[in-house]
C-alpha cells in the first residue's frame, strides 16, 4: 500500500502522487470526519483504499482502526467503430460489427436498422457482447442505414454504416 493522504501532529501531508492536485480531506482537520474527496476522477484511480485511524495512547489494537473500500471507476464507452463484412450482393450473407476501444465495464451493443424501416435485432443474428449483427440471404429490401449503440451504467455512444445491397 502507498499512502496517499494523512493528518498526522496537526499537518496535513499530501503525497506526491497523479491524485496530489486532486483529493483532500473533505472537512477541514483536526476534525472526527476524515472522509476524503477525488475531484476529476480517472480510470487508474481505481483500487482499493484503506484508511487507517491511529490515536496517540490508544490502547485499541490497530486492526480494528481500519476501514476498507473498493473504488471502481466508471468510463463511458469510446465512439464505436462499424464495419461491414463480406459482400453485400442478393443471397449472400453479411456480418455487420461494431467495437469501441474504451468502456468500464465492457459496453454492450445493440443494433437496429433506421427508418423508413425501422428494425431492431435479437440473438442469434445479434450479440451483444460482440457487437456483431449477421444478415443471411441478402435482399436489396435489406439496403438501409444500421446503427450500433455500445453502452455501459457510464453512458453510450453510436456509429452506423450504410448498407447497399
Same mark, same amino acid.
Given at each position: @500500500?502507498?499512502?496517499?493522504?494523512?493528518?498526522?501532529?496537526? $499537518? &496535513?501531508?499530501?503525497?506526491?502522487? %497523479?491524485?496530489? !492536485?486532486?483529493?483532500?480531506?473533505?472537512?477541514?482537520?483536526?476534525?472526527?470526519?476524515?472522509?476524503?474527496?477525488?475531484?476529476?476522477?480517472?480510470?487508474?484511480?481505481? *483500487?482499493?483504499?484503506?484508511?487507517?485511524?491511529?490515536? $496517540?495512547? %490508544?490502547?485499541?489494537?490497530? %486492526?480494528?482502526?481500519?476501514?476498507?473500500?473498493?473504488?471502481? $471507476?466508471? $468510463?463511458?464507452?469510446?465512439?464505436?467503430?462499424?464495419?461491414?463484412? *463480406?459482400?453485400?450482393?442478393?443471397?449472400?450473407?453479411?456480418?455487420?460489427?461494431?467495437?469501441? +476501444?474504451?468502456? +468500464? !465495464?465492457? !459496453?454492450?451493443?445493440?443494433?437496429?436498422? &433506421? @427508418?423508413?424501416?425501422?428494425?431492431?435485432?435479437? @440473438? @442469434?443474428?445479434? %450479440?451483444?457482447?460482440? *457487437?456483431?449483427?449477421?444478415?443471411?440471404?441478402?435482399?436489396?429490401?435489406? =439496403?438501409?442505414?444500421?446503427?450500433?449503440?455500445?453502452?455501459?451504467?457510464?453512458?453510450?455512444?453510436?456509429? =452506423?454504416?450504410?448498407?447497399?445491397?
Amino acid at each position: @500500500p502507498v499512502q496517499i493522504l494523512a493528518y498526522l501532529g496537526g $499537518v &496535513e501531508k499530501v503525497a506526491e502522487t %497523479d491524485l496530489q !492536485p486532486r483529493m483532500g480531506f473533505l472537512y477541514s482537520m483536526p476534525n472526527q470526519n476524515i472522509s476524503i474527496f477525488i475531484n476529476a476522477t480517472q480510470e487508474q484511480d481505481s *483500487g482499493q483504499y484503506m484508511c487507517s485511524v491511529n490515536v $496517540v495512547d %490508544d490502547a485499541i489494537s490497530s %486492526d480494528r482502526n481500519v476501514g476498507i473500500i473498493n473504488l471502481t $471507476v466508471l $468510463v463511458p464507452p469510446a465512439a464505436p467503430t462499424c464495419q461491414l463484412h *463480406g459482400n453485400a450482393i442478393v443471397g449472400a450473407n453479411v456480418t455487420l460489427s461494431c467495437s469501441s +476501444k474504451k468502456g +468500464k !465495464p465492457s !459496453p454492450m451493443y445493440q443494433w437496429q436498422r &433506421e @427508418p423508413p424501416t425501422r428494425q431492431v435485432f435479437f @440473438p @442469434p443474428a445479434q %450479440d451483444r457482447t460482440r *457487437g456483431t449483427l449477421k444478415l443471411t440471404n441478402l435482399s436489396l429490401e435489406m =439496403s438501409g442505414v444500421y446503427v450500433c449503440r455500445a453502452e455501459n451504467q457510464a453512458g453510450s455512444k453510436n456509429c =452506423s454504416i450504410v448498407l447497399e445491397v
